[in-house]
């Protein structure tokens, strides 16, 4: 199995500020077969990046992923207030596994 | 618009079993794996298992393997997941999600989501 660890484990950042989350794989994740979600309080994921870097249908393009292999990143340009949330990676080459979470205060 | 609407909260005693569903509208059911992904309180997302509708045949996480069941029922749009000889480690809410790669058994990323179904086991 595939083991995702994400960091860091809280962030507390003021808005327009930019923002870069971590997730890191125990093995590779061939194909950037990776995906990152956004979820609020009480509401179910919402799928923002996929393939490691393309941005999913109506996602502001102040999202952004990047890397390969075992490293990649989400990157928030410049916060707005309603990126408060948890973001969690997931990877897909091999079954599917998550990320235990980043979460984002602002 | 896809959408994803599950059966509500249940309680249920250890040992016994659940069945969620799930009712897709808005697209088409049978060419898109519907997926499984519970989160315990407060905690992160675990994939148990999905199914392609058009091929039938489910693929399940090893951790749930004999104790999950994934069916779908294409005349309604409708998935199921079923979970047996619960414990109270099962409580958390589970999320039906639709892989977003048609054709595949997947698990692929997941581009909608049901609102979730809180179960929660206790004596």
């Known amino acids: 199995e595939i083991v995702l660890t994400q960091s860091p484990g809280t962030l507390s950042l003021s808005p327009g500020e930019r923002v870069t989350l971590s997730c890191r794989a125990s093995?590779?994740?061939?194909?950037?077969?990776l995906a990152w979600y956004q979820q609020k309080p009480g509401q179910a994921p919402r799928l923002l990046i996929y393939g490691a870097s393309d941005r999913a249908t109506g996602i502001p393009d102040r999202f952004s992923g990047s890397g390969s292999g075992t490293d990649f990143t989400l990157t928030i340009s410049r916060l707005e207030p309603e990126d408060s949330a948890v973001y969690f990676c997931?990877?897909?080459?091999?079954?599917?596994?998550f990320g235990q979470g980043t979460k984002v205060e602002i | 618009q896809v959408q994803l609407v599950q059966s509500g909260a249940d309680v249920k005693k250890p040992g016994s079993s659940v069945k969620v569903s799930c009712k897709a509208s808005?697209?088409?059911?049978?060419?898109?794996?519907i997926s499984w992904v519970r989160q315990a309180p407060g905690q992160g997302l675990e994939w148990m298992g999905g199914?392609?509708?058009?091929?039938?045949?489910?693929i399940y996480a090893q951790k749930f393997q004999g104790r999950v069941t994934i069916t779908a029922d294409e005349s309604t749009s409708t998935s199921y997941m079923e979970l047996s000889s619960l414990r109270s480690d099962d409580t958390a809410i589970y999320f039906c999600?639709?892989?977003?790669?048609?054709?595949?058994?997947?698990?692929?990323?997941?581009?909608?989501w049901g609102q979730g179904t809180l179960v929660t086991v206790s004596s």
């Open positions: 808005g697209g088409s059911f049978s060419s898109n794996a």
């Open positions: 093995q590779s994740v061939n194909n950037n077969y």
């Open positions: 997931q990877q897909y080459y091999n079954s599917g596994t």
């Open positions: 199914l392609l509708p058009i091929f039938g045949t489910p």
């Open positions: 999600a639709r892989d977003a790669v048609p054709g595949y058994t997947g698990p692929y990323y997941f581009d909608f």
